[in-house]
């Protein structure tokens, strides 16, 4: 344990704990939503094919199953 000897106090009295506490927790919670939507929207969208006019929804969801692997990769790696 570290302390600082001009206040007698720990070093790591409790804020990097209680801001890593709620990431601990939030982000497997999420990831796990966030891939129960993947394998929802890979479903709908199989046997669609890209359209000049179809909805912006569908744009967004297709720009999603491109970007996913990449953001869980990047995730998974910090």
């Known amino acids: 344990k ?3 000897v001009s206040s007698h106090r720990f070093a ?3 804020g990097t704990r209680l801001r890593s506490i709620p990431l601990l927790v939030a982000w497997p919670y999420f990831k796990g939503k ?3 939507l993947h394998e929802r929207i890979t479903e709908q969208l199989q046997y669609l094919r890209p359209t000049e006019d179809e909805p912006v ?3 967004l969801k297709r720009i999603f199953l491109k970007l996913w692997p ?3 990769t990047v995730f998974s790696a910090l």
């Open 34 to 36: 966030l891939e129960a």
């Open 57 to 59: 929804s569908l744009k």
């Open 70 to 72: 990449w953001l869980k």
């Open 2 to 4: 570290l302390v600082i």
């Open 12 to 14: 790591s009295f409790g």
